[in-house]
C-alpha cells in the first residue's frame, strides 16, 4: 500500500534581488591601470563619483563603506608593487578604489533549492502544537555558484508553515582561519586527496609538528612563483593552499537577520560551490546541544566533503572531512552517538548507502555497506536525503532513488536503533515521485531533500523541484511506520 502524502501548497523561489557584494579584481594589469586612474582624479571628482556610487548603493548593502575598505586591503601587494605609500592615500581614495574592486552578485537569481530543515533552539512564546524551525536551501547564481542561506518560520499543529518576514539586505560574514594546523593530520588528508607526495614533501619535511597558516602559504607561494615548475607540480601546489584554506570560521554580526547571513563560498576548496548542506541538531553526552552540517565543497576539479558546526546561527567553524570514508557526496550525521561513537551515513562508490562510526567528527574510515539498490525506481543509485531520524520503531531514513531518465524520486527505509545497519523495512514505493506541474526546472525530474524532522506525529519533508525551487510535504508517522514494519 503507498503512504499518504500532503503536498503543501508553499513555493520557495529564486529571488534574483538577493545580492551580496563581492571582490572583484580583473587581473593585476587592469588594477594598475584603475587605480592610476583614481589617483589622477582631483579631491573634487575623487568625492563626486563616491558619493554617487553611496547614494546609490548604500541602501542594498549593511555598511558597504566598510566592504569598499576591505576589497581595498584584499590589493595591498598590488598598491605596494606600483611604489604608493598606503598612509598618503586619503580615506575616499581608498573607500573609491575599493568600490572598484567590489561587484554585485546574485545569491539566488538561479534556483533556490535542496532544503533542509530543524527545529530552531528557541521555542519559546508558542501556542501547544507549534514548533519554531529553521530551514536551510541551496542557494544558486550566476556561473551555478551554490552558498548557503537560511529562513525561519513556525509549523502550526495543522503543521501549515508560517514564513518570517525574509530581511532587507545580505550579509557575509567575517572570516578568521585557525592559528595552527597539525602537521600529520594535513599529511593524511593530501594522501587522501591524491596530491603526490613528491610534490608536497619538499614543503611539509620543514614545516613543524603544529603550523601557522601562513608559513605554509608562504612556502607555496614561492615555489609557485618559479616559471619553470611542471603544470602538474603546480595543480599539486595549488591543492595544498586548498586544502589549508578549508579550516576557517566564520562570524555574522549581531544585527543581521538569520533570512540575511549567506554562507559564501571563501576558500579555493569550494569556489565552486557550497553543495547539498545536511544539517542536524545533535545532542551531545552531556545533553548540550550543537547544529553541525555536511556539505560538498566544490572548486571545479575537486570534491571535498566539510563539516561545519555552530552553537547559535552567528559563529560557525568550517572543517574538511578525513579518512577513507570522507569522500564523494551524499554524508549525514546522526543526531546522536551510538555507543558512544559518532555515526554517519555516507555513499562513497556513488551508488550504495554506507554506514560508518568514529571517535571524532572530522575522522571517517571503514564505511559498511548497509543498502544497494532494490526497486526498479533506485536502480541507478541509491542515497540519504539527511540525517537519520529519531523515532521509538528505529532510526528513519529517508532516501533518494534514481532510475529509468535518472529520475530523482524520495522513498523511506527504517533500521535498528541499536545497530543502524540492519534494515528493518523499505518502501517499495517512493514517498514522493515528481508530479508533472514539478518536473521542470534546471535538472528536470528531479525531487530531492537534505534534511527532514517530526512535528506532530507527522514527517516534515521539504524538497526541491527540479533543481530550480522548493516545497514542503507532510506524511502521518504512524501509516509510514507501519508500512515500514511490514
Avoid at 38 to 54: C, D, G, P
Avoid at 199 to 225: A, G, H, Q, R
Avoid at 325 to 332: E, H, I, Q, T
Avoid at 457 to 475: E, H, M
Wanted: with cysteine; aromatic share 10%.
Amino acid at each position: 500500500m503507498r503512504v499518504s502524502v500532503t503536498r503543501k501548497n508553499i513555493k520557495f523561489m529564486p529571488d534574483s534581488s538577493r545580492v551580496v557584494a563581492r571582490f572583484f579584481m580583473n587581473g593585476d594589469e587592469r588594477t594598475i591601470t584603475m587605480v592610476n586612474r583614481i589617483l589622477a582624479m582631483t579631491k573634487s571628482q575623487v568625492s563626486r563619483t563616491l558619493e554617487q556610487t553611496l547614494r546609490e548603493f548604500a541602501n542594498r548593502h549593511r555598511n558597504i563603506s566598510r566592504v569598499f575598505h576591505r576589497h581595498f586591503s584584499n590589493i595591498h601587494p598590488v598598491i605596494e608593487h606600483m611604489g604608493i605609500n598606503h598612509g598618503e592615500l586619503t580615506n575616499e581614495q581608498k573607500m573609491l578604489i575599493g568600490a572598484y574592486c567590489t561587484m554585485e552578485y546574485s545569491i539566488e537569481s538561479a534556483a533556490f533549492f535542496n532544503p533542509s530543515i530543524i527545529e530552531d533552539f528557541d521555542q519559546s512564546y508558542l501556542e501547544e502544537g507549534e514548533k519554531r524551525v529553521i530551514i536551510s536551501f541551496r542557494a544558486t547564481g550566476e556561473g551555478h555558484i551554490s552558498s548557503i542561506v537560511f529562513r525561519r518560520g513556525i509549523l502550526d499543529r495543522n503543521n501549515d508553515l508560517h514564513m518570517m518576514k525574509v530581511g532587507d539586505q545580505v550579509d557575509m560574514a567575517e572570516i578568521t582561519h585557525k592559528k595552527l594546523y597539525d602537521k600529520q593530520r594535513f599529511i593524511k588528508k593530501l594522501k587522501e586527496m591524491q596530491i603526490p607526495e613528491k610534490y608536497s614533501s619538499t614543503i611539509m619535511v620543514d614545516l613543524p609538528d603544529k603550523f601557522e597558516y601562513y608559513i605554509l602559504i608562504n612556502s607555496v607561494n614561492k615555489l609557485l612563483n618559479d616559471d619553470t615548475i611542471s603544470a602538474e607540480r603546480r595543480m599539486a601546489l595549488k591543492e595544498m593552499t586548498w586544502l589549508i584554506d578549508s579550516f576557517y570560521d566564520v562570524e555574522f554580526h549581531q544585527d543581521a537577520d538569520i533570512t540575511e547571513r549567506v554562507i559564501f563560498p571563501i576558500s579555493e576548496a569550494e569556489n565552486r560551490g557550497i553543495e547539498d548542506a545536511r544539517f542536524v541538531r545533535f545532542t551531545e553526552d552531556d545533553n548540550t546541544e550543537k547544529i553541525y552540517a555536511t556539505y560538498t565543497a566544490y572548486n571545479g576539479h575537486t570534491i571535498l566533503p566539510k563539516l561545519l558546526s555552530t552553537k547559535d546561527f552567528y559563529t560557525f567553524r568550517i572543517m574538511p572531512l578525513h579518512g577513507s570514508g570522507a569522500m564523494n557526496k551524499n554524508l549525514a550525521l546522526f543526531p546522536k552517538k551510538i555507543k558512544g561513537k559518532y555515526a554517519m551515513l555516507a555513499r562513497i562508490d556513488g551508488v550504495n548507502n554506507y554506514l560508518m562510526y568514529s571517535e571524532r567528527s572530522t575522522l571517517w574510515n571503514d564505511p559498511i555497506i548497509i543498502q544497494e539498490p532494490k526497486f526498479p525506481w533506485e536502480f541507478t543509485q541509491i542515497g540519504n536525503c539527511g540525517s537519520p531520524l529519531l523515532t521509538e520503531e528505529g532510526w528513519l531514513i529517508i532516501s533518494h532513488g534514481v532510475g529509468p531518465m535518472r529520475r530523482y524520486c524520495i522513498g523511506a527505509s527504517l533500521f535498528d536503533l541499536d545497530d543502524p545497519s540492519k534494515e528493518i523495512g523499505r518502501l517499495e514505493e517512493p514517498l514522493i515521485t515528481p508530479l508533472e506541474n514539478e518536473r521542470e526546472g534546471y535538472v528536470p525530474n528531479v525531487v530531492y531533500s537534505c534534511g527532514s524532522i517530526i512535528h506532530n506525529n507527522s514527517l516534515i519533508l521539504p524538497y526541491a523541484l527540479s533543481d530550480y525551487s522548493s516545497t514542503y510535504a507532510v506524511i502521518n508517522m504512524t501509516d509510514l511506520l507501519n508500512e515500514l514494519k511490514k
